[in-house]
């Protein structure tokens, strides 16, 4: 066995599994298996197939997903860089596949980073309705901000944090939640040695306690018949099958989805055969748990959801309705970054409630709000021909486009509140790189495609200027070649540059070069 085991945990495993433990504990002598799920946002399962540098084969449960032969690299190659495909591990693909996403659902991703479910949601959402992505860490939710960005999500928030205060904030809101448990992670365990070295006999019921307290709270912001996903990637059945049955007891007004014993997912144990588990010597993949359940569409009482009840979720269910509507909606300038703005209460933080932290009346670097809003609409006149939707959120000098009206935020602790669009600059508006991440060609005035092929792709990726003559570039009639420049690998976005006589200025942000 190349993984050294802890022996409670195979003994564990052992009366779980009876016959099936040999066949088990023999397939920790495979190495795991590695995934690529298209980004289609940005590619088609088909395109990504047909243009792939490495040999990809199908993964049964996820129709976007791909296993990657041994060796492959994938995240040293310029589609990484732009955002075609996140590296997933193969069973990870699943929960979001059991979620149900339709386009312009609002869909809570509890405990989110790094973010691979939640870029698999916002797939699913293509653009339309809206997507909460939190995670309880302040540190992971970076990562789970720089993957939402590199994957072009338009219409997500990230937030950090307590399931409480979400449930507080939006009560009866989501269509649907996915809860992707923190958990003991005895699925990982051929994946991932510190998984291993993290464990103890206790682990599986410490976690078990937390998960029963992060799904009451979660079900409280869930609509009448709405689902919600609850996901481990854990075998202990205390956190799985446990977790679920105690919820179904003290929760009648939900019921369990079967999909266990369906395709590739083996049933639940412990009675709980509607619930899912993938286990790795069955499937090409590592240990999962999923149970789907539906809430009966009853009106949830007041009790049961309405901590912030009344004006403030009315405001942001009025305003959500009106989304999408243009770039529309009030925006408040305030002090510091959405970094700032995220800190706990003290200065520049927020505490609770509505005014927690705002400062309505702080202008921006460029000569406040009117200054700002102009000098974006000149920007997007100029470079984009077009207005992006959402209501633009300012942040101090920064611009956001959300899919909410600020005051819905009020009071939580905002990563980010929506699509990145950029800062104001001694009164100019510079694009932001998420900007450019989530554009098509066609929707900038100016673009220009680097082959992944050619050594300019990785010079652009690693911030080098390029020499470009203006034959290259792809000007939409009636405009000049001078000025911000979407820049693709293969005709897909990856980032700014700003051409000028010939020179490509590189725009691609110092933190995500290739190195
Ligand atoms: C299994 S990981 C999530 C992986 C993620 N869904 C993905 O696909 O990339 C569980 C996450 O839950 C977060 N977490 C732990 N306790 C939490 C809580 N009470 N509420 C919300 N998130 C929590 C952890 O920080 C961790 O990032």
Same mark, same amino acid.
Not at 46 to 73: D, N
Not at 215 to 226: D, E, I, Q, Y
């Given at each position: 066995?190349?993984?050294?085991?802890?022996?409670?945990?195979?003994?564990?495993?052992?009366?779980?599994?009876?016959?099936?433990?040999?066949?088990?504990?023999? &397939?920790?002598?495979?190495?795991?298996?590695?995934?690529?799920?298209?980004?289609?946002?940005?590619?088609?399962?088909?395109?990504?197939?047909?243009?792939?540098?490495?040999?990809?084969?199908?993964?049964?449960?996820?129709?976007?997903?791909?296993?990657?032969?041994?060796?492959?690299?994938?995240?040293?190659?310029?589609?990484?860089?732009?955002?075609?495909?996140?590296?997933?591990?193969?069973?990870?693909?699943?929960?979001?596949?059991?979620?149900?996403?339709?386009?312009?659902?609002?869909?809570?991703?509890?405990?989110?980073?790094?973010?691979?479910?939640?870029?698999?949601?916002?797939?699913?959402?293509?653009?339309?309705?809206?997507?909460?992505? @939190?995670?309880?860490?302040?540190?992971?939710?970076?990562?789970?901000?720089?993957?939402?960005?590199?994957?072009?999500?338009?219409?997500?928030?990230?937030?950090?944090?307590?399931?409480?205060?979400?449930?507080?904030?939006?009560?009866?809101?989501?269509?649907?939640?996915?809860?992707?448990?923190?958990?003991?992670?005895?699925?990982?365990?051929?994946?991932?040695?510190?998984?291993?070295?993290?464990?103890?006999?206790?682990?599986?019921?410490?976690?078990?306690?937390?998960?029963?307290?992060?799904? @009451?709270?979660?079900?409280?912001?869930?609509?009448?018949?709405?689902?919600?996903?609850?996901?481990?990637?854990?075998?202990?059945?205390?956190?799985?099958?446990?977790?679920?049955?105690?919820?179904?007891?003290?929760?009648?007004?939900?019921?369990?989805?079967?999909?266990?014993?369906?395709?590739?997912?083996?049933?639940?144990?412990?009675?709980?055969?509607?619930?899912?588990?993938?286990?790795?010597?069955?499937?090409?993949?590592?240990?999962?748990?999923?149970?789907?359940?539906?809430?009966?569409?009853?009106?949830?009482?007041?009790?049961?959801?309405?901590?912030?009840?009344?004006?403030?979720?009315?405001?942001?269910?009025?305003?959500?309705?009106?989304? @999408?509507?243009?770039?529309?909606?009030?925006?408040?300038?305030?002090?510091?970054?959405?970094?700032?703005?995220?800190?706990?209460?003290?200065?520049?933080?927020?505490?609770?409630?509505?005014?927690?932290?705002?400062?309505?009346?702080?202008?921006?670097?460029?000569?406040?709000?009117?200054?700002?809003?102009?000098?974006?609409?000149?920007?997007?006149?100029?470079?984009?021909?077009?207005?992006?939707?959402?209501?633009?959120?300012?942040?101090?000098?920064?611009?956001?486009?959300?899919?909410?009206?600020?005051?819905?935020?009020?009071?939580?602790?905002?990563?980010?509140?929506?699509?990145?669009?950029?800062?104001?600059?001694?009164?100019?508006?510079?694009?932001?790189?998420?900007?450019?991440?989530?554009?098509?060609?066609?929707?900038?005035?100016?673009?220009?495609?680097?082959?992944?092929? &050619?050594?300019?792709?990785?010079?652009?990726?690693?911030?080098?200027?390029?020499?470009?003559?203006?034959?290259?570039?792809?000007?939409?009639?009636? @405009?000049?070649?001078?000025?911000?420049?979407?820049?693709?690998?293969?005709?897909? &976005?990856?980032?700014?540059?700003?051409?000028?006589?010939?020179?490509?200025?590189?725009?691609?942000?110092?933190?995500?070069?290739?190195?």
């Amino acid at each position: 066995m190349a993984v050294q085991l802890p022996g409670t945990f195979m003994q564990r495993m052992k009366e779980m599994l009876g016959p099936e433990y040999e066949q088990f504990a023999e &397939s920790y002598k495979e190495t795991p298996y590695g995934g690529i799920r298209a980004n289609t946002l940005k590619i088609s399962v088909e395109e990504l197939r047909t243009l792939s540098p490495f040999k990809l084969a199908p993964i049964p449960w996820c129709p976007a997903g791909f296993y990657t032969e041994e060796g492959a690299r994938p995240g040293k190659h310029p589609y990484y860089h732009a955002g075609l495909y996140y590296i997933q591990e193969p069973s990870a693909m699943a929960p979001v596949e059991l979620l149900g996403v339709q386009p312009g659902d609002y869909v809570l991703d509890l405990c989110a980073a790094p973010g691979g479910k939640s870029t698999q949601i916002a797939a699913k959402l293509k653009g339309e309705g809206l997507l909460i992505s @939190n995670d309880l860490h302040p540190e992971r939710t970076k990562a789970l901000a720089k993957n939402l960005e590199l994957y072009g999500v338009r219409n997500g928030i990230v937030l950090n944090e307590s399931p409480e205060r979400i449930a507080a904030a939006f009560p009866v809101f989501f269509d649907r939640i996915l809860i992707d448990a923190p958990c003991s992670g005895e699925g990982m365990f051929r994946k991932d040695e510190d998984m291993v070295k993290q464990w103890e006999p206790e682990t599986p019921l410490k976690y078990a306690a937390m998960q029963r307290d992060i799904l @009451n709270s979660a079900v409280k912001a869930l609509k009448p018949g709405g689902t919600v996903v609850y996901s481990t990637c854990t075998f202990a059945t205390e956190e799985n099958e446990g977790t679920i049955s105690e919820f179904l007891d003290t929760h009648p007004e939900f019921s369990l989805v079967t999909v266990g014993g369906t395709g590739s997912f083996a049933p639940g144990l412990q009675g709980l055969s509607g619930a899912a588990r993938l286990w790795p010597h069955k499937v090409k993949g590592e240990g999962h748990f999923m149970a789907v359940l539906r809430h009966d569409g009853s009106p949830r009482s007041p009790e049961e959801t309405a901590s912030d009840p009344g004006q403030a979720v009315a405001e942001r269910t009025l305003s959500v309705s009106s989304r @999408n509507n243009g770039v529309k909606g009030e925006a408040t300038a305030r002090a510091g970054s959405a970094r700032q703005v995220s800190g706990r209460g003290g200065k520049g933080g927020r505490t609770s409630g509505k005014s927690g932290g705002t400062s309505p009346g702080r202008q921006s670097e460029g000569g406040g709000e009117e200054a700002a809003r102009a000098a974006y609409s000149l920007f997007t006149e100029d470079q984009l021909g077009w207005q992006p939707s959402g209501f633009p959120v300012l942040f101090g000098d920064h611009l956001y486009l959300s899919p909410l009206p600020k005051a819905a935020l009020n009071g939580l602790k905002t990563i980010r509140p929506g699509w990145y669009a950029g800062h104001i600059r001694s009164g100019r508006f510079i694009p932001g790189h998420p900007l450019a991440t989530a554009l098509h060609p066609a929707e900038s005035i100016r673009s220009l495609s680097l082959s992944s092929g &050619s050594s300019e792709a990785v010079s652009y990726l690693k911030g080098e200027t390029l020499s470009i003559p203006e034959e290259r570039l792809t000007v939409r009639p009636g @405009n000049s070649a001078k000025g911000y420049v979407l820049v693709c690998v293969d005709g897909y &976005s990856a980032g700014w540059g700003k051409w000028q006589d010939g020179m490509l200025k590189n725009e691609y942000p110092a933190g995500w070069r290739w190195t």
